[in-house]
Structure formats: C-alpha cells, structure tokens
C-alpha cells in the first residue's frame, strides 16, 4: 500500500542520444541515397517538435509529414532550409497553403495533380508523382500512367508545376513481388522522361528495403521506424541492425499484492497496452525480466514470485534497457508490429527527454 | 487531408440515456469518466452529465480541476491523488492506505473513499486493513468503494463487500459489469456502460446504448484486377475484377492492424470489407459497385442496430477488449458532439 503521488509518474522516456545514434546509423546504410525522416503521427508519438530539429541539426534535409497540415506545422519546427515531403492529398486540402509553405506535395491521383495545379502560387508547385507498382493504394495504376506523366508535363511547361521526384511503395511481401514492383517503378520512370519530365528524386523504399536491398534505395529512402529504433517483427533485431529504441515505457511499482507475489504497474489497457499480450511478454523489474500475467484497464499484475520487488522500483514496460522486451518484441507475441505498439501508446503519458 | 478526414462523433444524448436508465433503475449513479472519459473527451462528456449524474469519478486532482473548469458541480470522486497540489471544493479521493488518506488530507479534500479489494482486484485494502484505515484516517470517510476483478462475480464481491464497515452510508461496489445485481437503491460505479461499450461476451450487462461512430473519408477510388494484391504482405488478393478505396484510418488511429482482411465498412449504406493489412494511416476497402468517390465519409464504426460495424465484431476480430478498443481511438481523430 502507499501513496502513488509519492512515486515517481509513469512516462514514456525519449532517448535523444540514442535518435541520434539511430540517425547516425540508418544514414551510413543508405548513402549515398537521402534519408526522408518520417515524422507522421507526431513522430510516432515521439514528439516532432523535439526530434525534427533535432534531425535538422544532425544534418538531415527532408522530412516527411504525410499531410499536408502536418508539414505546414513542422516548417515551424524545421526551419526554411529543409524540404518537407506530404503525400497523402486529397483535391479539396487547403493545397495553397501547402505552396506557400514550400512543401513538396506527393501525388497519386489525377484529380489531385488538377487540383495542385490550380491552387494559388506564384512558383511552380514541387510535384512527386506516385506510381502504383502494385500495392493498391495510393498511386496511378500502370494502365493510367502514360496519360498521367503527359498530363504532368503539360502542367510543368505552363509553369503550373515541377516535376522534382517519383515514387512508389512496396508490398515487402515477398523478395519476388518487390522485385516486381521495382520493375514497374523503373519502367514508370522511363514513361516519365519519355513524356518530357525529368524527376531529380527517385524513391521507392522504407525502412526494411532500405537496409536490406541497395538495389531499391534510388535517391532517397523514407524511413520512420528504424530513425526510432523500432525493428521489423519476425525480421533481424535491433542490435542486428545497429539500432537501439528511442522510446522506453517507463513506470513504478505502486503495490505489492498476494504475499508478495504480484507487482503492480499502474499502466493497462486503456493506456494503449493490448491486453491480449497478458500471459505472452515480460517487462523488467530493476533490469530482471518478469512475467505479466494480466492486463488490466488500468494496471499491469506482474509475476515476481521468483524474486522479491519492493514498492517504488522501476519497471521498463518495453523499451530499451536490462531486461526490456523492445515494442518489437511485444508485438511478435500478439502477432502485430512494434510500431503499433508505440502508435497506441496513450499520448497523455508525458513524453520525457534524456540522453 | 482536410482536419475533419477522421471523425469519432460522441452522441452526448446517448449517454445521458445510458446514464438515466440506472437512475430509473433506483440507483444512483457515479459516472466514471477515468481516462479521458475513454478517450471520448472528459471535459465534454462531464458537462453533459451535469444534472444526469450523482458523482463523477475521474483520474486524478487534475482531471476533478478540469471538471470544475468545464462548470460541473456534482461532488467529484478523484481515484486518485496525483495530478495536482489541491484538491478543487467538492472533491473526494479514492484512498488504499493510511499513507493515501494523509496525502488526501494534505491536499484538502471534502472527505475520502476507502477503497476495498472484493476479490482479485489490483488495488484496495483488505477487510481488516480498511477497519484499521476507517479507524485512523486523518480525514473525513465519505464513502467506501468496493473494487474486484474479473475472475470474481459480482455476486462474490458483494458478499464480501456487504461485511466491511456497514456504517458508511455511501457504499458502491458494481461497475457496469455487476449494476444489474445491484439491490434497491444501491448506488452503482458505472464507465462503459455509459459509452455503450459492450463487454466480454457472456456478461450480464452489454453496455447500454451506442453512442459513438468512427468514420474515415476516401482519398481516392481505383480499380483493382482479379488477383492483385492489396496493402503489406499482399494478405489479400482480389477474387475478381472490382473497385478498391483508399480511406482514411489506419492504426495509428485505433484501426488495430488485426482488422486487415477482418472486418467491414459501410460505404454509401452497404457493407463492404476491408481488404488487406490496415496501414498506420490508411486502410482499403472493397467497395464493388457502391457509390463512392473521393470525399465521401465511410463509417467504420457505429451501432449495429442502424446497420454500422459494431464494437463487439472488433472485440472479436481483434482479441481485444471493446473498451480498449475505444480508448485506442487515436489522437488525430477528432472528436465531435452530438448536444
């Protein structure tokens, strides 16, 4: 029993010297290609305002953003130098705002190439266009491209637009498809310069590709999960891959129940941990790895039979650190991927920076 | 995307029907409205239930002072007393230990309510540890709150609950789970059966009326081939030539990746699949020949009785608790109320 207030609050702790390290390591991989730092999802819950300047600072140049709100908000946090990528668009955004704002607008719809078109600018609006190499998302299907890059090129010889990069987005279903879709992406570009364009930028993979295949780095990379150390599920591991996770769920031990044998950690399911991993993952208690046995609303119950825990130790939930299961590691018992263990982490835990 | 591609629209009439069907029970009503209201707006939601609900109960010092901000004046219950140095006028704190009635005692509380563990809970005092803190507490004890687990019936708790200290007059013990096994009067603790959340399949109580619907909006409209595949790891591919969706919600949102290939959207009043790995952001659905073009507003979740997907499927696609599932409503979507 005691008084949770006077323990320390649970948080979720931003290792900024271990985002730098991750940086550092994902840039040496991929050069000569570009790394696009992905900050969607307010940098998949690590707080952009904190780590865009600082990618900024260690010398990254592109930052993607997905929407176009979001990248109007991180041109505040990414200064002027930097080239800001949104690619999920639809006609009616506010795509003047997006030009005023210099952001380098993804586009994989013909509507919406019109529409960034006609949006209010006085320079010619900075186009990527997105060929659908077979994921059936966004994108224009190969059928539908050659019409498409004409288009494109009439915009760009009537000052409308610039045609600056391609892109696509691989499956990662099998060496095979990519393999397939590459095939696709090439002959897209050769579509391109053939209707007269001519894209500086060609880019086709994210994280996993991008470490694994040199074949698919083109000029640039985009890449989220690995600048935040969270690795493929059932693929190579953290340390395989020279990464280590950014973000580290970190919570007291408030109680100490059934003679002892049960710790309480009073973060649970409504605070985003699923509780189908009860009974599947450990979290460590002062650097011992310890079974949960059950996910509650709103606490964790902790098997510390094998070795006494006292009230106010330190629990890494997941993370990095002695004894913590990374996100990546959950996820792989609940058949999911770390980045959805980190997206659903509850965002009113306070984000705290170290490092 | 435009701010409003991602909508969680929260019919406040609705909850305060939720919450009227158990004072027309007889009971009186504390509302729970912990974590943020279940992510559904706890400043929102509170003001709704001004005149709708005997108490509140809520996080902490800071969510009470949050309540008060937002004009409620019901008494608050705070389960705990973190979050601020002072409790607001009219707050009470949910206390486990000597050491927690001292620290509500230092923060000013209108009173305490100890807490006692029925039965499997993670928090509480024993029996004999709630006599001793009864007895010793530096403050006034205002209520007693029974709390149990979920291997314990409700039956169970209340046996052991009705034994301990029957001198205090504000006594509650069953949360929607348990409220139909209230006796006369008893005042009931109730969360999600304010939200119409349903529970594990087989409880007694599924939660009330639903009052919440999820919907995403087309970015684009494309067709797809017989065997194409769709999204990640190709989990889908096309049986026959038809028209695919892109929509916004992904699990970033609260969409769980386990809903890929498993689960449905209504999309111009038809029900059709959602096909492939749910991405972060996105998610595809099959929309055949239903009306639909970029814009358009898909419901992915709502109530089942209008024909919308509802809470238990997920529950059961997913292997997680429908309240969960609602908590996990992501913080890009933005929360609108229906008055």
């Not at chain 1, 996100?327 to 705290?352: C, H, N």
Request: net charge negative; glycine share 12%.
């Amino acid at each position: 029993m005691s008084a949770e207030s006077a323990l320390p609050a649970v948080r979720a702790e931003v290792d900024l010297a271990a985002f730098d390290r991750n940086l550092t390591q994902v840039r040496a991989r991929v050069e000569p290609a570009q790394l696009m730092f992905v900050v969607k999802s307010d940098a998949y819950t690590h707080g952009a305002a904190t780590l865009v300047p600082r990618a900024i600072r260690a010398g990254v140049r592109w930052v993607g953003c997905l929407e176009l709100e979001t990248a109007v908000a991180v041109r505040a946090q990414a200064g002027e130098g930097a080239r800001l990528f949104a690619w999920l668009l639809a006609p009616d955004d506010d795509l003047a705002a997006g030009r005023a704002a210099n952001v380098d607008l993804g586009v994989g719809a013909i509507d919406v190439l019109e529409a960034v078109a006609a949006a209010p600018g006085t320079a010619p609006a900075r186009v990527h266009l997105k060929a659908d190499t077979g994921l059936n998302r966004n994108g224009v299907r190969r059928e539908e491209w050659p019409a498409f890059v004409e288009r494109a090129a009439q915009l760009e010889r009537a000052g409308r637009i610039r045609v600056v990069g391609i892109l696509s987005h691989i499956s990662e279903a099998s060496d095979a498809d990519d393999d397939a879709a590459r095939n696709l992406f090439d002959t897209a570009v050769v579509q391109a310069r053939a209707a007269g364009l001519r894209p500086q930028l060609l880019h086709l993979a994210a994280s996993a590709a991008a470490f694994q295949r040199p074949e698919f780095r083109y000029d640039m990379v985009r890449i989220g999960a690995f600048c935040y150390g969270i690795a493929p599920a059932g693929g190579p591991h953290e340390t395989e891959l020279g990464l280590t996770p950014v973000l580290s769920l970190i919570a007291p031990v408030v109680d100490v129940r059934e003679d002892g044998s049960r710790a309480i950690v009073p973060v649970g399911s409504l605070n985003g941990l699923p509780s189908s991993a009860a009974g599947r993952v450990t979290v460590s208690v002062a650097g011992m790895p310890m079974p949960v046995r059950e996910i509650r609303r709103g606490a964790l119950v902790v098997d510390c039979s094998t070795a006494p825990v006292r009230v106010g130790e330190t629990v890494t939930v997941f993370g990095s650190g002695p004894g913590a299961l990374t996100a990546t590691a959950w996820a792989e018992q609940i058949d999911t991927i770390g980045e959805e263990i980190v997206l659903r982490l509850d965002r009113r835990i306070p984000r705290v920076y170290v490092g | 995307m435009t701010a409003r591609s991602r909508v969680v629209t929260v019919d406040l009439p609705g909850i305060r029907r939720n919450a009227q069907r158990y004072r027309d029970g007889g009971h009186p009503l504390i509302a729970r409205l912990d974590h943020d209201a279940c992510g559904l707006g706890l400043e929102r939601v509170g003001a709704a239930l001004r005149g709708h609900a005997d108490w509140l109960a809520v996080d902490d010092l800071r969510s009470a002072g949050a309540l008060r901000s937002a004009g409620v004046t019901e008494p608050i219950l705070a389960l705990s007393s973190a979050g601020a140095d002072a409790a607001p006028a009219g707050v009470h704190i949910a206390v486990s230990s000597i050491a927690d009635a001292r620290a509500a005692a230092h923060a000013g509380a209108a009173g305490v309510h100890i807490v006692v563990d029925c039965g499997g809970a993670w928090r509480g005092a024993g029996a004999s540890e709630a006599a001793l803190l009864a007895e010793h507490t530096p403050i006034a004890v205002s209520g007693l709150m029974g709390v149990y687990g979920p291997e314990t019936s409700p039956e169970q708790a209340a046996a052991v609950f009705g034994g301990i200290e029957p001198w205090i007059q504000l006594r509650h013990v069953h949360g929607t789970r348990g409220a139909s096994q209230a006796g006369p009067g008893e005042t009931v603790r109730v969360g999600r059966g304010l939200f119409g959340i349903p529970g594990d399949p087989g409880d007694a109580e599924q939660g009330g009326e639903s009052v919440l619907r999820l919907t995403g909006t087309i970015v684009l409209v494309k067709r797809i081939l017989a065997g194409e595949g769709v999204s990640y790891g190709y989990i889908h591919r096309a049986e026959r030539d038809s028209r695919i969706a892109l929509v916004t919600g992904g699990y970033a949102d609260g969409v769980c990746r386990a809903l890929g290939s498993a689960a449905w959207a209504l999309v111009a009043g038809q029900a059709r699949p959602i096909v492939g790995r749910i991405a972060m952001d996105v998610l595809v659905v099959d929309v055949g020949s239903a009306p639909a073009s970029p814009g358009d507003e898909v419901v992915l979740l709502g109530d089942p009785d209008r024909g919308e997907p509802g809470l238990a499927e997920w529950a059961g696609a997913s292997g997680l608790s429908a309240v969960e599932l609602v908590a996990g409503i992501g913080p890009r979507v933005i929360r609108e109320y229906q008055e």
